[in-house]
Nanobody, 117 residues
Framework: QVQLVESGGGLVQAGGSLRLSCAAS????????MGWYRQAPGKQRELVAT???????HYADSAKGRFTISRDNAKNTVFLQMYTLKPEDTAVYYC???????????WGQGTQVTVSS
């Protein structure tokens, strides 16, 4: 079992910044990936960014150049720093944990990000 607790969402004006955090606890494997996905109303959940336990990162095109993913392995925490936010970034952002040993995905409860124009 892995528990993920997200924080940092909220309401921000277009052009502003937000930082999301996600702390993982429970059966944390040494080789894993953590990341962020988002789901806007009426749309499918989509990848934002991921980072492996060896700090390899991957970004969706929409996030490149504006968002930065990082992690603190000692605290099993992943961060998403978002800059130059746009109204189309409005969504529920979900933290994800992927354990490479069994391929199982765990999800956080989600945190709302709303960007006003």
């Amino acid at each position: 079992q892995v528990q993920l607790v997200e924080s940092g969402g909220g309401l921000v004006q277009a052009g502003g910044s937000l930082r999301l955090s996600c702390a993982a606890s429970g059966s944390i494997g040494s080789i894993n990936a953590m990341g962020w996905y988002r789901q806007a109303p009426g749309k499918q959940r989509e990848l934002v960014a991921t980072i492996t336990s060896t700090y390899i990162t991957h970004y969706a095109d929409s996030a490149k150049g504006r968002f930065t993913i990082s992690r603190d392995n000692a605290k099993n925490t992943v961060f998403l720093q978002m800059y130059t936010l746009k109204p189309e970034d409005t969504a529920v952002y979900y933290c994800n944990y992927l354990d490479y040993s069994d391929g199982y995905n765990w999800w956080g409860q989600g945190t709302q990000v709303t960007v006003s124009s």
